[in-house]
């Protein structure tokens, strides 16, 4: 079987609900990070692109009937291009990766186009479909930016909490501080600022036409322990959760551009990282943030390394409570939790859904690349009860610059 590598990834900024995004449609903000990452190969014949796997995790809005196959066309490349989207909710784009790979593992495909999208700004509220016509009763719409609706009422109550409930049992369940998240937030939002004021994220990021907005919009510079301390818990009267220590509503897109080892020769640049391992984990759904600790442990045993080989963690900060959970199961286990997200992570630079893990692995491809070290895992939590974990090696330094 042939490898998979990451030769290229793009994003949009990552905007506020409401904020610089919201007046652009979701297939839009696809085809801009489709075209973004192809123009990074200026010499690449498009007709090279054997497929596209796009994530979405709300499908019922405006990046219906296949966001993937809309992006494709809205972005000019041929007709003859085919795509599909894929949901996974949190982890759709990171699991459009991991489809990619195993079509270029497999020999199906040597060009492969991965990413995602999300407008939590624009998803739309939706009506339940009447059983009969002209019913006597009021019905009532749902939103489908985020969390269950229209829930089978044959699912067990404890399964479809909210997402922010999850993690005050989570919060609970490990005796996680409201001190410690709040310490993890202020942490983001630091390192976040201080990544893009130093350029990091530059290179990663493609301009969304019409819009002028030219970084994440969720940062908070002077966002402080002490500061986050303030804001009343969302969840729970007396909770540990607040809008400071979880991810924003966001909007936003990313995309992977995945080949093999042959693809070099059409696409002109060498490839950054090999996709080396791969796992997904599923428990109770409302334990979905600890989901990711077994799914990285799964993705290391299939690459053959342990934690004592990792230098970079990318793991999204859906909430902190969560990130603390994992980090400290890893520490047990050999991490040094200093080396997750050490560029910011989602409670700062945003969280849209079907965007977040194509911004996962361009972050740890680069981060991998700046600083030549080799093994890194990029890992997420989706709701109801499932996560996913892939592990790059860098391939862009010899092995003198390993670490």
Known sequence: MSSAYLYASARTPFGRSGGALAGIRPDDLAATVLTGVLDQMPGMDRDRVDEVVLGNANGAGEENRNVGR???????????????????????????????????????????????????????????????????????????????RLVNQRMPADWTVSLGECNEQLAEKFSISRERQDELAARSHGLADRAWNEGFYSPLVVPVAGVDVDRDEGIRPGSTPEKLAGLKPVFRPDGTITAGNASPLSDGASAVLLGSERAADHLGVCPLARIAGRGAHALEPQLFGFAPVEAAEQALRRAGIGWGDIAAVELNEAFAAQVVACADAWSDRGLDPSLINTKGGAIALGHPLGASGGRLLGTLAERLRVTRQRWGVAAICIGVGQALAVVLENVAADSSGWS
């Open 70 to 148: 809309m992006a494709v066309l809205l972005a000019g490349l041929p007709v003859s291009i085919p795509a599909t989207t894929v949901n996974r909710l949190c982890g759709s784009s990171l699991d459009a990766a991991m489809i990619g790979s195993r079509i270029i593992e497999t020999g199906d495909g040597d060009v492969v186009l991965t990413g995602g999208v999300e407008s939590m700004t624009r998803a739309p509220w939706v009506l339940p479909k009447p059983e009969r016509a002209f019913p006597a009763t009021s019905l009532e719409a749902a939103s489908t930016t985020l969390g269950w």
